[in-house]
């Protein structure tokens, strides 16, 4: 296990790559080291000094050229927790509005020296761009319908903490499965993991490799929520349609909203989740977002510690800093 505990890290593995870009890239190992190493990174966040310097005199550039709340400030404070400098950079605000390039302001940022660059674009494929033509490590904090593979995490932490385990669970994911990099990035994680992931939405928003990916396709709600451990409800994403992909939003709520009534034909100690924002009354109703079975901001909070450890393993782990 790497860990940071008692003031002290314990022998742990970096991760192979120097950029975290996907899901995809990560080995099974790899994806516990992530979740171990956030356990003891969850821990410095109940200290009364959230604060240890892992990432001292690092320099961390956080490029969102999307908006984001929950991503942003969790990599925001993940940073400050490891003592690294941080600069965040909101594209409305650079050069970018003048028509600068991805990789032109990328290139500009770089010659500061930065170590990592955090970065959420609107087209799948920015953060592979950047890994291509940057120094500095990579971190994709979502690109386009691609993948964001620290959410993927960050759920995948919250579920072992509360089933302590990701094998042989069921989970279903339910929503807009085609416009989704949070789908795309939990089902080669869940599955890599040995859970078993079902996918629910209308046939207009089911991408056509789902199958392929060892996923259970249904259009039945139903039949996706019974007997599951983990529901985990997807936004539709209304800024990414162009045309109607089902009737009207009252439609959808009525045929795959996620309600009370639906929500008893799973477990009893299933985990209601939702990687935000959330549509209140069209992919899930307010009392099932806030019933007991919710997680959804355990899941905020988790990005946190989750981020920390991607940052901390990406800097080279307890092989290049001592946490005090
Ligand atoms: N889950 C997620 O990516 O939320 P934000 O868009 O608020 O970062």
Request: with cysteine.
């Amino acid at each position: 296990m790497s860990a940071v505990e008692g003031g002290n890290v314990l022998p742990a593995t970096a991760l192979r790559g120097k950029d975290l870009l996907g899901v995809s890239e990560l080995t099974p190992e790899e994806i516990s080291l992530v979740l171990d190493t956030a356990e003891a990174m969850k821990e410095i966040g109940s200290r009364p000094i959230k604060k240890v310097p892992a990432l001292r005199g690092k320099t961390v550039v956080n490029l969102f050229f999307e908006p984001s709340t929950r991503t942003r400030t969790s990599f925001e404070i993940a940073e400050k927790r490891l003592s690294a400098d941080t600069l965040s950079i909101a594209a409305g605000t650079s050069s970018v509005v003048k028509g600068e390039t991805l990789v032109d302001t990328v290139r500009t940022l770089e010659a500061m020296q930065p170590d990592m660059i955090v970065v959420r674009h609107a087209s799948s494929g920015a953060a592979h761009l950047l890994s291509r033509t940057c120094r500095s490590a990579v971190i994709n904090a979502g690109d386009g319908t691609h993948e964001h593979p620290t959410q993927a995490l960050l759920d995948a932490f919250t579920i072992r903490e509360h089933k302590a385990r990701l094998s042989n669970l069921k989970v279903a994911i339910i929503g807009d499965l085609l416009h989704s990099r949070v789908l795309r990035s939990n089902v080669l994680l869940l599955t890599k993991m040995g859970a078993r992931v079902w996918a629910c939405g209308p046939p207009t928003l089911v991408p056509v490799d789902l199958p392929g990916l060892g996923v259970q396709v249904t259009h039945h709600v139903e039949e996706a929520v019974r007997d599951a451990d983990v529901v985990m409800l997807l936004r539709i994403q209304l800024e990414r349609m162009e045309g109607a992909f089902f009737p009207s939003l009252r439609e959808y709520f009525r045929l795959f909203g996620m309600t009370s009534a639906r929500l008893a034909l799973a477990r009893p100690d299933v985990l209601v989740m939702h990687p935000g924002p959330m549509n209140r009354g069209v992919e899930i109703a307010s009392d099932v977002a806030d019933g007991p079975n919710s997680v959804i901001l355990e899941q905020v909070a988790n990005g946190v510690a989750v981020r920390m450890a991607v940052l901390y393993l990406l800097a080279g782990g307890a092989e290049h800093e001592a946490v005090v």
